[in-house]
C-alpha cells in the first residue's frame, strides 16, 4: 500500500539501475576512519574551559542540502502507511548483541540460523570496516558481502541498518571524487557524494531497497548548520533523511547525521557576556568548522517525540505522532539538542527558542530526572548580539568596572532556574550545557532573548559563583554535606531575621570535618551583618546561622575540608540570599507558608513538621516541590531515629534487624552508618543467646514481684500459661496465690537459663497470650504486662528465625 506522501513529492523519479562490473584482481581496501570522541578529538577551541565540549560534533549539527542529482520516489508500491510508533523507540537496544562468544564453535551455514553462533555488535562493526574496494562494482557484491554474517537471523534486517551505516560512516568520500559519478554503482555513488550532487539519504535509500530493507525518503527541514534560534526562512533549511521498517513499525534514521560531524565551527557577530558566572566581554570570532567522518548511534531510531524538535517532513504522517505539530510549531519551538534528552532534562519554562523580556527578570527552568539530579552539572554561555543595542550603552556596559554578573544559576534539587537581568535593551542569547559530575559538558539547548525594556532594579550578582552556582550539589554531597534544610539556592528572608541552614553530616565525616562560612554583599560595605557555623555532634549536623540586617542580595560560600589547615579549604556550597522578592515566583501566602515549612523543619518537631506541610499543599504549593519533599526527608530521619531508639530499648532481635534493614534501604545510610555496625554488633549478641533477649528491662523484677503477690487474676494466670507453653511445658491449673507465685519461681529460672524454643511451642503460646492485650494486662498488673512483652518479643523472634530457614 502506498503512502499519503509518496512519489507525488518529488518532481522527478529516476531509478538507478545497477552497473555489473568485473572484480578487480587485487582487492584493496577502503580506508576508514576511526570514530571521534568528545575526549580525544582536537578541535578549534572556542572556549577557555577545558571541560565545556563546545565544539565537539554535539556542538553544531553539520548541514546537508537536499541538492540531489538521483531522484528515488519516497518509498515503494508495497510499503505500508506511516503511522505512530507503538512500540520501543530505540529499537537498537532490543537487538540481542552478545558480547562473549566463542570463536570455534558455530557453522559455515548462514542460512542454517539455529547452529550457528551469536554475533556481538563488534563483529558487525568492523565486518563492515573490512569492505574491499572491488566490493563496490555492484550493488550485489556489496550487499552480499555486508549481509554474509548476519543472513537468517531473527533480526538481520536491523543489523542490516546498522551494518550499511556503519560502513557508510567510514567512507572518506572526498577520496572519490575522481571516479566516475553515477548512481548505478556503490563507487559511483561515492563520487556523487564526495562531489556534493547526491545525499547520504539517497544512497541509504539505495542501499537499504536493494538489500530488501523498505526505506522510505523523507523531505522537509532541519535546525542545522548556521540555524540560530528563531531563524524562519525554510528555505535555507530544506533536507532529507529517512525511515526503515522493522518489526512492523516505521523508524526515523539521519544517515548524514550518523555519519558526519562539524568540528571547531563557531559564529560570529556576538559578545560573550559571561561563561560560567564569570564576566568575559569578548567579541566571537568566525570558524568554518570542519567536517569530518563520525559514528552518532543516537540518530539510529531516535524517538520521534524527541526528532521532531530537529527535523520537520513536508509529510506530517512521517513525523510518526500520535499529535502532529505545524510548521510554524515546528520552527517556534525550543532550540533542543540530543544529549539535553540524553540527561533526561525536561524544560517546564516556556517551550519556545525565542524569548521575551520587558522590564523583569527572565527564568529558564528545567527540570532533570530525581534519580541522577544531585550527578550532574550545568552551565551556561550568556551572549549580547552587536549592534542590537545602543552603541553608548553597550560600550558602558563593556567597561570591566561595569562588567555585569547578570545570570544566576540556581540549583533546586531536581529543578534548574537560570535567572537572567538585562541591563540594556538588545537581542541576548544564552546557551546551557550540561552533563555528569566531572564529565565534558555539552550543549543542551539554547535560547534567543529579545529584550524591549531593560530590567528594572538591575543589580549585579554579588560574586561569581563558579560551576557550583547556587545551592547544593555534587561537591557539597562528597564533602558529606547531606539532607540540606534549603535546597533551594536561593532563599528570601527577612531583614533582622535570623536564618538557619542545617545539613545532616556524613556519620564518617563529621568527627574530622572543619567548616568556614563568609557572607558576602553587592557593594562589600555591610560590615553589620554576620554568618556562623556550628557543628551539633549530638544530632550530627551542620548548623549555619545568618543575620541580615540590611535590605539587599548577598551571597553565602561555605568551605569544607579536613585536618587543621583552615586555609586548604575549599567551596562546596554557595546560597543567595536576598531580601528582595524580584526573584520570587510565589505569592505572599505561599512565601509565608514556606517560611512556616523551613522553621518546622529547623525545629525538628514531627507534629509542626505535617501541618507546615499541609498548610503548603492548601496554598497549592506542589506535593512535589523540593522543600515540601526535604520536609518528608526531615520526618523520615526522624522516625528513623526514633525507631533506632526502640530498638535499643526493647534489645530484641527482630525489632533491631528489622531496623537496620530500613537504615541500609533508606537514603540515610550515610548518616546512620555508625549506628548500623552497632545495631548489627548488637543483632550478633542476640542471636549467640538462642535469638531472643536475655535482660528485657524489668523483667526478671517482674517475676520478683509476682513472687510476692497478694493479687491474682485471669489475665496474669493467662500470661504465665502462654510462657509455660512456649517453653514446652503443658498448662497447669492456676487455682490461688500460692499457685501464681510457685509458678513465677520456676519461669524466673527458665528465663535466666534460656534453650532453644520450638515454632510449634510460639504459634500455641502467640494463640494463648494474644487473648488479651498489652494494655489490658498493664491495667491489671504492671508485672504481668512486662512478662506479655516478653513472650510477644520471643514468639516474634522465633516465628521469623523460622521465616528465615524456609
Not at 430 to 445: A, S
Not at 676 to 689: F, M, V
Not at 706 to 723: D, G, Q, S, Y
Amino acid at each position: 500500500m502506498g503512502t499519503a506522501c509518496s512519489a507525488q513529492d518529488v518532481p522527478e523519479i529516476v531509478e538507478p539501475e545497477p552497473v555489473e562490473v568485473e572484480r578487480e584482481e587485487s582487492p584493496e581496501p577502503v580506508e576508514s576512519t576511526p570514530q571521534p570522541s568528545i575526549h580525544k578529538e582536537p578541535s578549534i577551541a572556542s572556549s577557555d574551559d577545558p571541560n565545556k565540549a563546545s565544539d565537539f560534533e554535539e556542538f553544531f549539527i553539520t548541514f546537508e542540502s537536499d541538492s540531489d542529482e538521483i531522484k528515488l520516489p519516497t518509498t515503494e508500491s508495497d510499503y505500508p502507511a506511516p503511522v505512530p510508533n507503538t512500540t520501543e523507540h530505540n529499537l537498537t537496544k532490543k537487538i540481542q548483541w552478545f558480547e562473549n562468544t566463542d570463536p570455534n564453535t558455530g557453522s559455515d551455514d548462514a542460512d542454517n540460523y539455529v547452529e550457528e553462533r551469536e554475533i556481538t555488535k563488534t563483529e558487525i562493526d568492523l565486518h563492515a570496516r573490512t569492505v574491499q574496494k572491488s566490493d563496490l562494482n555492484s550493488f550485489a557484491q556489496l550487499i552480499n558481502y555486508l549481509d554474509n554474517p548476519i543472513k537468517g537471523r531473527p533480526t538481520r534486517d536491523e543489523m542490516m541498518v546498522r551494518i550499511i551505516l556503519v560502513w557508510l560512516s567510514n567512507q572518506v568520500v572526498e577520496q572519490f571524487v575522481s571516479e566516475q559519478g553515477t548512481g548505478k554503482t556503490p563507487l559511483g555513488f561515492l563520487s556523487l557524494l564526495g562531489q556534493k550532487k547526491s545525499t547520504y539519504s539517497t544512497f541509504f535509500t539505495v542501499l537499504c531497497r536493494k538489500a530488501n530493507v523498505k526505506c522510505a525518503q523523507i523531505h522537509g527541514v532541519c535546525k542545522a548548520g548556521d540555524y540560530q534560534p528563531g531563524d524562519t526562512d525554510v528555505d535555507k533549511l530544506t533536507c532529507f533523511w529517512n525511515a526503515v521498517y522493522i518489526q512492523d513499525s516505521w523508524r526515523i534514521i539521519h544517515p548524514y547525521w550518523v555519519c558526519r560531524s562539524v568540528f571547531g565551527k563557531r559564529s560570529s557577530g556576538w559578545i560573550k557576556l559571561e561563561e560560567d558566572g564569570k564576566a568575559i566581554g569578548q567579541r566571537t570570532t568566525a570558524a568554518a568548522g570542519v567536517v569530518k567522518n563520525a559514528f552518532k548511534e543516537y540518530y539510529i531510531m531516535p524517538d520521534p517525540s524527541q526528532f521532531i524538535y530537529r527535523c520537520h517532513p513536508d509529510c506530517k504522517e512521517w513525523q510518526l505522532l500520535p499529535t502532529p505539530i505545524s510548521r510554524e510549531t515546528f520552527l517556534n519551538q525550543a532550540y533542543l539538542l540530543p544529549p539535553f534528552w540524553a540527561m533526561e532534562m525536561k524544560l517546564v519554562s516556556k517551550n519556545a527558542c525565542c524569548l521575551y523580556s520587558s522590564g523583569k527578570t527572565l527564568t529558564l527552568t528545567f527540570e532533570t530526572s530525581k534519580a541522577t539530579a544531585n550527578e550532574i552539572n550545568l552551565d551556561y554561555e550568556f551572549l549580547l548580539k552587536e549592534g542590537s543595542a545602543q552603541r553608548d550603552d553597550e560600550n558602558e556596559m563593556l567597561k570591566p568596572e561595569n562588567m555585569p554578573r547578570l545570570v544566576a544559576k540556581i540549583r533546586n534539587a531536581s529543578e534548574w532556574n537560570f535567572d537572567i537581568q538585562f541591563p540594556i535593551e538588545g537581542i541576548y542569547k544564552i546557551v546551557i550545557f550540561g552533563g555528569p559530575d566531572k564529565h565534558p559538558l555539552l550543549r543542551l539547548c539554547e535560547f534567543k532573548i529579545i529584550c524591549t525594556k531593560r530590567t528594572e532594579g538591575c543589580r549585579l550578582i554579588p560574586f561569581n559563583p563558579g560551576k557550583l552556582g547556587f545551592g547544593p550539589g555534587p561537591e557539597s554531597d562528597k564533602a558529606g554535606l547531606l539532607l540540606p534544610s534549603h535546597r533551594n539556592g536561593i532563599i528570601t528572608i527577612d531583614r533582622n531575621n535570623p536564618t538557619n541552614l542545617r545539613f545532616l553530616l556524613d556519620s564518617d565525616a563529621y568527627k574530622s570535618l572543619n567548616v568556614k562560612t563568609e557572607l558576602v554583599d553587592f557593594d562589600l560595605k555591610d560590615n553589620k551583618s554576620s554568618v556562623k557555623s556550628v557543628i551539633e555532634n549530638e544530632t550530627k549536623e551542620l548548623k549555619i546561622i545568618t543575620n541580615i540586617v540590611q535590605n539587599g542580595d548577598y551571597g553565602l560560600r561555605i568551605f569544607t575540608g579536613t585536618g587543621g589547615d583552615l586555609e586548604g579549604l575549599t567551596v562546596v556550597c554557595n546560597y543567595l540570599i536576598t531580601t528582595s522578592n524580584k526573584l520570587s515566583r510565589e505569592k505572599a501566602n505561599q512565601r509565608i507558608a514556606r517560611q512556616k515549612l523551613l522553621s518546622s523543619i529547623e525545629n525538628g518537631n514531627i507534629i509542626e513538621i505535617k501541618e507546615s506541610i499541609n498548610k503548603c499543599v492548601k496554598e497549592k504549593i506542589l506535593e512535589n516541590d523540593s522543600d515540601i519533599e526535604n520536609a518528608q526527608r526531615k520526618l523520615d530521619v526522624l522516625q528513623l531515629r526514633k525507631d533506632i531508639h526502640d530498638a535499643y530499648l526493647r534489645n530484641h532481635l527482630g525489632t533491631i534487624e528489622k531496623t537496620i534493614h530500613s537504615l541500609k534501604k533508606s537514603l540515610y545510610e550515610r548518616i546512620f552508618r555508625k549506628t548500623i555496625q552497632e545495631l548489627d554488633s548488637l543483632a550478633n549478641k542476640l542471636r549467640s543467646s538462642h535469638g531472643f533477649p536475655q535482660q528485657l528491662p524489668n523483667v526478671l523484677n517482674a517475676f520478683s514481684e509476682l513472687n510476692h503477690t497478694h493479687v491474682t487474676n485471669e489475665m496474669v494466670i493467662n500470661t504465665l500459661t502462654a510462657l509455660m507453653v512456649l517453653f514446652g511445658d503443658r498448662p497447669r491449673n492456676i487455682q490461688n496465690i500460692a499457685d501464681v507465685q510457685s509458678l513465677s519461681q520456676e519461669l524466673s529460672h527458665k528465663v535466666r537459663n534460656q534453650t532453644d524454643l520450638k515454632p510449634e511451642d510460639a504459634r500455641q503460646a502467640e494463640a494463648i497470650v494474644d487473648k488479651y492485650s498489652y494494655e489490658q494486662i498493664k491495667q491489671t498488673s504492671l508485672a504481668a504486662a512486662a512478662i506479655y512483652q516478653w513472650v510477644k518479643d520471643v514468639v516474634s523472634t522465633v516465628l521469623q528465625r523460622e521465616s528465615s530457614v524456609n
